[in-house]
């Protein structure tokens, strides 16, 4: 295992790199797998073929991912979770389908899944 701030080789069980301070598996200049530079932005190491793993992530917007999906599933039809991630249009969006149509339901168990699959993007400006 290598730093991924700097490329100095690492053991298994170190919790930070001794040359950089860096924790173990932060960063994203160096491949995990082999030490070699990567490329800006690169998901997998030309050198080696290693998948570089983006860093997960517990937040969505300012707040907490299970608060987020926990609000999304028990008031996400009337758009709860939207309003807080600054989404309005969406808000608003959820609200009218929600009384009109009743469909608001089906749109928040969406973004739920979303949310706990972390393919939920927060977007202010777009509906969907």
């Given at each position: 295992?290598?730093?991924?701030?700097c490329g100095?080789?690492?053991?298994?069980?170190?919790?930070?790199?001794?040359?950089?301070?860096?924790?173990?598996?932060?960063?994203?200049?160096?491949?995990?797998?082999?030490g070699n530079?990567?490329?800006?932005?690169?998901?997998?190491?030309?050198?080696?073929?290693?998948?570089?793993?983006?860093?997960?992530?517990?937040?969505?917007?300012?707040?907490?991912?299970?608060?987020?999906?926990?609000?999304?599933?028990?008031?996400?039809?009337?758009?709860?979770?939207?309003?807080?991630?600054?989404?309005?249009?969406?808000?608003?969006?959820?609200?009218?389908?929600?009384?009109?149509?009743?469909?608001?339901?089906?749109?928040?168990?969406?973004?739920f899944i979303?949310?706990?699959?972390?393919?939920?993007?927060?977007?202010?400006?777009?509906?969907?």
């Open positions: 295992m290598y730093c991924r701030s100095e080789m690492m053991n298994e069980n170190q919790a930070i790199c001794v040359k950089c301070g860096v924790k173990a598996g932060d960063g994203s200049n160096y491949c995990y797998n082999c530079q990567l490329a800006p932005g690169a998901e997998v190491c030309l050198s080696c073929g290693f998948a570089q793993k983006k860093p997960a992530s517990d937040k969505l917007g300012n707040y907490d991912k299970i608060t987020l999906a926990l609000l999304c599933f028990f008031l996400g039809g009337i758009g709860v979770h939207n309003f807080m991630l600054g989404e309005t249009k969406k808000g608003v969006f959820k609200i009218v389908m929600s009384f009109c149509f009743g469909i608001g339901a089906i749109l928040a168990l969406v973004d979303r949310i706990l699959t972390d393919k939920y993007e927060v977007n202010p400006d777009k509906i969907f």
